[in-house]
């Protein structure tokens, strides 16, 4: 691959850069309609030189201004609830929930084009929100489907590097070894070698996080298809838009798996940046390392049992229930019985519990509204909704849980398992394919805004120890 995709390319890019775009007089609220590029990377160059003149103010102007105290049980609880970094896409509100760009879950579904009148978020509408902070327009959504489309070319080597992996590997391990694959094409490793200013950074940033997006929906379907089916690669359709292609190349072509899956794609997208996966993204691609290399990194994080294998575990144990009793049709004692039994050996309810929330998520309830519009009669979505009802009155009970509420993860595996995608271990490759529409962009933003080499003080216990008797 030529450098930004071709020679014609790479010309239009050095015109557009050669042109000084003028700051405007304030700042743009987020939450605008775009104007009337249909082109995303015009789009976000228009932006770049606004947010990086904020970022200066700040340095310049509040520097010194203190964001809050460091306390032991930061430090040796996962640094929780410590300012530490900047992420442009999405903040949580402990009341009300994730907000991508200030925009809450319902007014995402209510504002952002879908693939029909009152359909669900096309994730493609998501990417746009995240990048630009501006609501697009039907064609601009349709422009940038088209786009990742004619990226989304998959070169036989990613291929063969994950058929060189046993079809028993996990399918993230099979998922990371892809993405890295394709990071032989990445075009920000060539351009560093090539010498580009460091104020281009984000550009050739910008066509690795595009590439890598438009990519995983083909690498995820290959993996699905290896390990659960029969191996055969099904074609991408150039008549459907990204959630609609995923689900398609994994084997799914009813309507509602298809719109569900533009549900989930959105929803998962971003989650601020301090959790494991998008933190994970950030520090790896602070000294320079491509997206490709940040995102593998990303998706081992998303791996770990504790951050991106929750869903599997809720189907897993709503499962256990259903054959401990023969029938998920159980009553509510039946069903806070077992949930006691569970707590009583010192297991957890997965799916319950958040360390920010303090309400039901509202991805959770987006689930649920879409589960009740297409399967109310389904017997998991009933007993999803029944354990809805028994565990939060349980969980207050014992007085030690903050959220006794619904997560997201609560709901995803019972819609999955009703459309036929049972294979419970996948469930992780759905999640780091949604990721990357909250990681990407912000790994664009930190090159733009020049955001440096991640590098926070540590401390050895002895010292900790030394500071904590000083304080006393």
């Known amino acids: 691959m030529a450098f930004f995709r071709s020679v014609s390319a790479l010309s239009r890019l050095r015109s557009r850069v050669g042109q000084q775009s003028n700051l405007a007089n304030s700042v743009r609220w987020l939450q605008t309609p775009s104007s009337s590029n249909t082109d995303l990377y015009s789009e976000l160059k228009e932006l770049v030189p606004e947010y990086q003149e904020r970022v200066k103010k700040l340095k310049k102007d509040h520097g010194s201004v203190e964001l809050g105290k460091i306390t032991v049980d930061m430090v040796l609880g996962g640094m929780r609830g410590m300012t530490a970094l900047v992420w442009l896409g999405s903040a949580v509100d402990p009341d009300e929930g994730i907000r991508f760009r200030g925009m809450s879950i319902p007014e995402c579904q209510k504002k952002l084009p879908g693939a029909f009148t009152g ?68 075009e920000f490793q060539k351009a560093y070698e090539g010498g580009i200013a460091k104020a281009r950074y984000w550009e050739p940033t910008y066509e690795d996080t595009m590439n890598l997006i438009a990519r995983l ?140 929330l303090r309400q039901t998520d509202p991805r959770y309830t987006c689930q649920r509204e879409f589960a009740l519009k297409h399967l109310p009669n389904d017997p998991y979505f009933q007993l999803v909704s029944k354990i809805k ?71 050895t216990l002895e010292k900790l120890e030394q500071l904590v008797a000083k304080s006393s």
């Open 389 to 459: 009802e028994v565990v939060p009155p349980i969980l207050t009970k014992l007085g030690k849980v903050k959220n006794p509420w619904p997560n997201v993860d609560a709901h995803s595996g019972v819609l999955l398992n009703y459309y036929g995608l049972t294979e419970e271990n996948y469930y992780t490759v759905l999640f780091g394919v949604s990721r990357s529409f909250g990681v990407g962009p912000q790994l664009i933003w930190d090159r733009a805004l020049g955001m440096p080499l991640e590098g926070p003080k540590s401390v």
């Open 119 to 186: 359909g669900e978020p096309l994730p493609e509408a998501v990417l746009w929100l995240l990048l630009t902070g501006k609501i697009p327009s039907k064609a601009q959504v349709d422009s940038l489907s088209k786009e990742l489309r004619s990226r989304a070319t998959i070169p036989d080597y990613a291929y063969k590097a994950i058929g060189a992996l046993p079809v028993s590997a996990h399918p993230m391990t099979q998922f990371t070894t892809g993405v890295m694959a394709l990071q032989v094409q990445s």
């Open 217 to 356: 929906p083909a690498i995820a379907a290959y993996i699905y298809r290896r390990k659960y089916k029969d191996g055969k690669i099904i074609p991408l359709d150039d008549s459907l838009d990204y959630g609609a292609n995923y689900a398609h190349m994994l084997g799914f072509d009813d309507p509602e798996m298809l719109e569900f899956m533009r549900l989930y794609i959105s929803i998962h997208s971003d989650h601020e940046g301090g959790n494991v996966s998008s933190h994970t993204a950030h520090l790896v691609a602070s000294p320079l390392s491509d997206p490709y290399l940040a995102f593998a990194a990303a998706l081992n994080g998303l791996a770990g049992p504790l951050h991106g294998l929750a869903n599997q575990e809720v189907l897993r144990w709503i499962r256990s229930i259903v054959a401990e009793f023969g029938t998920p049709n159980i009553s509510t004692e039946q069903l806070a019985d077992y949930i006691n039994k569970t707590l009583s050996r010192g297991q957890v309810v997965p799916g319950y519990g958040h360390g920010v």
